[in-house]
Nanobody
Framework: QVQLVESGGGLVQAGGSLRLSCAASGRTFSSNAMGWFRQAPGKEREFVASISARGRDTIYADSVKGRFTISRDNAKNTLYLQMNSLKPEDTAVYYC?????????????????WGQGTQVTVSS
């Protein structure tokens, strides 16, 4: 059982950077693989990145690979998404999520716990 709260969203110019954080409650945080998803207006929620329980493995959507970095600090029960070289198409509500598994997964249906989301807007 975990509770997730995202923060760090905001307005940024194209080419800029932003770091999102997801604070997790629960001592089982280190046992769960985590992920970031995003949803733009009129679009389905899409996978962004996932990280294994200990942070040893990561996967990224092709659209963000090379620009975004997912990381976690299990001692602080916090998940991060560092976003660089932001583009207007990155504009969306970003959600952090946790699975019951320890391995990375990309499917939204594989995630069991979700935060409320944080808005990221990238201006052109």
């Amino acid at each position: 059982q975990v509770q997730l709260v995202e923060s760090g969203g905001g307005l940024v110019q194209a080419g800029g950077s932003l770091r999102l954080s997801c604070a997790a409650s629960g001592r089982t945080f280190s046992s769960n693989a985590m992920g970031w998803f995003r949803q733009a207006p009129g679009k389905e929620r899409e996978f962004v990145a996932s990280i294994s329980a200990r942070g040893r493995d990561t996967i990224y959507a092709d659209s963000v690979k090379g620009r975004f970095t997912i990381s976690r600090d299990n001692a602080k029960n916090t998940l991060y998404l560092q976003m660089n070289s932001l583009k207007p198409e990155d504009t969306a509500v970003y959600y952090c999520a946790a699975t019951f598994t320890r391995t990375v997964v990309a499917g939204r249906d594989e995630y069991n716990w979700w935060g409320q989301g944080t808005q990221v807007t990238v201006s052109s």
